[in-house]
């Protein structure tokens, strides 16, 4: 499995991005997979974001993004993206995408998932 993401840049306090993470997978289907996305500022621990099930059964978020960033997939393009709105300067952050080949109840620790995209950079300006 390979994960590319992109979309992160520099935006304003309350302004809004949104991240992608196009997916690949050779000889399989993405179908029972867990897609996530995480953040890591400097000297903090990777946080989860936002992670669901490909098939659509069920979307998660972290308690510090509900109400504001939306996780969604397009099954056609093989693509996971982070819609965030009302974003502010505590937001800032490397975003990474991560994928593993099922769902866990554990789906805010990164130690769960086995493949992980490179990150792209998010900055929110004050």
């Known amino acids: 499995v390979q994960l590319q993401a992109s979309g992160g840049g520099l935006v304003q306090a309350g302004g809004s991005l949104r991240l992608s993470c196009a997916v690949s997978?050779?000889?399989?289907?993405?179908?029972?997979?867990?897609l996530g996305w995480f953040r890591q500022a400097p000297g903090k621990e990777r946080e989860v974001v936002a992670a669901?099930?490909?098939?659509?059964?069920?979307?998660v978020y972290g308690n510090s993004v509900k109400g504001r960033f939306t996780i969604s997939r397009d099954q056609a393009k093989k693509t996971v993206y982070l819609q965030m709105n009302s974003l502010n300067p505590e937001d800032t952050s490397v975003y990474y995408c991560a994928a593993r080949i099922s769902w866990t109840i554990n789906w805010g620790s990164a130690s769960e998932y086995d493949f992980w995209g490179q990150g792209t950079q998010v900055t929110v300006s004050s």
């Open positions: 997978v050779s000889g399989g289907t993405l179908f029972n997979y867990a």
């Open positions: 669901m099930r490909w098939n659509g059964a069920r979307t």
